[in-house]
């Protein structure tokens, strides 16, 4: 199956500053999305981006399919940003996850 | 916006019983799927189910697990002997393009 890789595994921000989260995936894909895990548990969609580029308030992301990467990016973020960050992609067979890149904002 | 519904949201139960997470998918997907995430790690593939047969199975999903769609709208995920090591957040999604999941059950294995 495929296998989806992310970095930085964890990334500290004070409240206000920019990230970029990064997802490299090993094949082409006609999936892909962003998850944020709050910390209840609960994984929330933020993005389905299998190309190109979308954009949700203070989030975006970009997806260059033809170079298997995609970018999550973070402006101004704020405390209630916190928690795990997953990228995910399929190709032809079922979703794989990757391993998250935790991120933290300090007040 | 539609929502994939997951019961119970916690459940404790003893080694060696039995339990069975029950998901209600999207009304018009037609894919749907079990993944698990152990606590701190990531979120691993069990199972994905269409036609009212498993379409792909990962090497965690042994012969203690099983699915079932019982009815038009339930979707099921039974593990027959729990061990302590299944312990873990079960998550359901259901699909059309992209996944939709529900909220999980924490199972806790004692």
Known sequence: ????????????????????LRCNFSDSVNNLQWFHQNPWGQLINLFYIP????????????????????????SSSQTTDSGVYFCAANNNNDMRFGAGTRLTVKP | ??????????????????????????????????????????VEFLVSFYNNEISEKSEIFDDQFSVERPDGSNFTLKIRSTKLEDSAMYFCASSVRGYTFGSGTRLTVV
């Not at chain 2, 404790?12 to 998918?25: A, D, F, N």
Request: overall charge negative.
């Open chain 1, 1 to 20: 199956g495929i296998q989806v890789e992310q970095s930085p595994p964890d990334l500290i921000l004070q409240e206000g500053a920019n990230s970029t």
């Open chain 2, 1 to 42: 916006e539609p929502e994939v519904t997951q019961t119970p949201s916690h459940q404790v139960t003893q080694m060696g019983q039995e339990v069975i997470l029950r998901c209600v998918p999207i009304s018009n997907h037609l894919y749907f799927y079990w993944y698990r995430q152990i606590l701190g790690q990531k």
């Open chain 1, 51 to 74: 190309s190109g580029t979308k954009q949700n308030g203070r989030l975006s992301a970009t997806t260059v399919a033809t170079e298997r990467y995609s970018l999550l990016y973070i």
